[in-house]
């Protein structure tokens, strides 16, 4: 077959989102990581997600990747650092807008948004950039095998408060088809303006910010190749 | 983020399985095309899938796409023509077998293979090569607008039947957890040896052939981004 001209295989797609794992093997606490920052990095420089035995939240932002831990601290991810489970892609804007009414908190977020999206058959990826009135946040304590489920992990988050804080939320959404490998819906991490704070978001509220959204054309799910998650049985419940 | 040593962005991923379109949107009769094969090419030279209108099952075999249609003629795709649906992947055999034992049927080929894979969570491609003692397929009639759902178009299938043809079996085995996007377990299309005769396998006895498995690790899903699909709600029952 000839190839077409003016593509080529060697560019990475730009409107491709790139999987680490599935949720429910995250879910099912399959915690070890078998993807190096450094792989990742070639496929984002956006993205969310974390580390090795749940260690910390994950935001990537402009294509440097940071570690949140759970007391709070933010450091930039070394390139040898694994992950059990990641969402990245190379972030281009197909659309800006302005939040100029206020939203009280995250569903009214999600509400906004969900307005402006042609489809809910396409991931989007955003990037909320502004200074917030009140933001909550949590980051992960880092987990020893034989690894908890999920939720009992989560259980032991970290929550932090922030007021008027300028800040970048990162988040996805994902339709319900991808509900197999993913977790559908409005996922959001955020990062501050000047990199100290960050983590996963549980709540927030805007009144000005500025709002650039990714349509995503793709999907890429990088499948863990390591014995439990080969072993696993996940038609059974959890 | 510096690069991995030794890995490359422009290397395509010979382990890695393109999708165009879900089965779910298949089976709701969205049947238009919007990849090229030229396009499709790109991901793999192996593989099965249809084209535009349903118009007759595609099989890929050593990077050529073959279209066979209900009348049951075979000539190779051109590259301007497109898909609706189709998996695709380059084809390097992980592990070789022979098939010795007599399989009476698709069931017991489907668990013979079924017997040889480490574990179901991860996609598998077969080339089963060989002189089967029968072999029952069929093809599709080109559908026209509005499109019937993918059942009622495959109730006006041509079966062909032949006997002691020596030929490929082209397939793949998904996942359950892939089930919202592709169509988990087995599914085989086939080519005869002389490429005069093919289509999507619904019966096969096998007494000898040579079966490669090429072991998977990645899902590329080409989602597609024509108003039918965007604008579809595949939470509703079909």
Chains 1, 2 share one sequence.
Do not use: W
């Not at 989102?17 to 915690?31: E, M, W």
């Amino acid at each position: 077959m000839p190839s077409l001209a003016g593509t080529s295989a060697a560019a990475p797609d730009p409107e491709m989102l790139t999987q680490v794992s599935t949720y429910p093997a995250l879910q099912r606490g399959q915690f070890n990581g078998d993807v190096t920052y450094a792989q990742l990095a070639q496929d984002g420089d956006f993205g969310l997600g974390t580390f090795s035995g749940l260690d910390g939240e994950m935001v990537a932002l402009d294509g440097v990747f940071y570690q949140i831990s759970a007391d709070g601290t933010v450091r930039v991810a070394d390139a040898a650092m694994t992950t059990p489970f990641a969402d990245v892609h190379f972030f281009h804007s197909n659309q800006q807008l302005r939040i100029s009414e206020p939203l009280q908190n995250l569903d009214q977020l999600k509400a906004f948004l969900a307005k402006q999206l042609p489809s809910p058959n396409r991931p989007y990826a955003f990037r909320i950039s502004g200074t917030f009135p009140t933001l909550k946040y949590r980051s992960v304590p880092k987990q020893a095998e034989p690894y908890p489920a999920l939720t009992d992990a989560v259980a032991k988050q970290v929550v932090f408060e922030a007021q008027n804080i300028d800040a970048v939320l990162v988040g996805y959404m994902l339709p319900e088809y991808l509900g197999g490998i993913g977790r559908p819906g409005f996922h959001f991490h955020m990062i501050s303006a000047d990199k100290s704070r960050g983590g996963h978001v549980l709540d927030v509220s805007a009144s000005a910010a500025t709002v650039d959204i990714d349509f995503l054309e793709s999907v890429k799910l990088l499948i863990p190749q390591n014995a439990t998650f080969q072993g696993s049985n996940f038609s059974q419940p959890k």
